[in-house]
């Protein structure tokens, strides 16, 4: 299953294979997926589905060879369920199946697990008042955890890292945790480290998050995204090393940026307006339980505040940068605002843009 659109297909052309869930390990350390049987080498497998044969480059004798062989291991359906104390590892989910668990319970908790080693992605919660605490989602094949419709969801104590194995494109979806068409959502105290993709990514009309006291460092992506959504406050955080941009707000407004730690991204934070607009419902990333348009959901950058953070040692060409590229507004007329941050400048290149 592909997006279909320039820049939005989920498959890299460099990793073919990575939406076919087939995985094999051999001793723990997992083998990659080739295309043909004149592929295979030392490191790889092939999955003959013709034959029912699965072929490995490895020399097994002696050794411990693990396939996947499950789609799912855990999908909840029941009402104020709680899932507690148990690790998933090395299911086989596809794209289309959403995770190796899957919550589709409203009040429920989960509690306490290691969701690792999946093909596609760890976990995915999709309904309402959910509180996932300490949990672990580490290697997955996509992506660590999703959620969709989770209003008044709340993470805390997550570990993220590791995610995107199969080295699945950015857009429309990898990484550590991707959150959508939700309300009042609140991901706190958890850490998203060395995900392959945006690391934490709020996206398609989230309204009233709050990002709190998370470390989010050392992933390739953009680190903390908060994408055609409204009504954010991101305090507290410490957000470096490696990511296209250390704080992404884009198409959105009413956002305080308060507290934070931001350093050694290529933008520190990057404030953006793109040609998206919420009245135009044709447009894809609407909430479609809520009225539309949707007074509370705009898509139009604007009323961000940003207060006592540290950003600096960017590696791009600014620390603080603000573009609107529909060029209808200025900072000024999008009501941005700068107030009691330091601003450590590595190089002399580098330099505020607003």
Known sequence: MDGGGLGWDFLNPDYPWAAHPDQVWIDGNAQSHVGALGQVKAGTFFVDTASSKLYVGSNPSGHEVRSSDLVKAVTVLGEGSTLRGIGVRRFAPSVPDMGAVVVYAANSTIDNLEITDNSTTGLSTDAANIHVTNVMVARNGMLGAHANYADNLVVTNMLSTGNNTEHFNRAPVSGGLKITRSRHVVVSNSAFLRNAGNALWFDESVYDGQVLGNDIVSNTGNALVIEISAAFIVANNVVAKKGIAGILIGDSNKVDVWNNTVTGNNRDLNIVQGDRRASNLSTPGHDPRQSLPDPT?????????????????????C???????????SAEQMKITSNGNVFQIGRASCRERV
Do not use: A, K, R
């Open 319 to 329: 620390i603080l940068c603000v573009e609107d590229y529909s060029h209808q507004q």
């Open 297 to 317: 959901m705009t898509w139009i950058t604007g009323q961000v505040t940003i207060g006592n953070n540290i950003l600096g040692n960017s590696t791009g060409n």
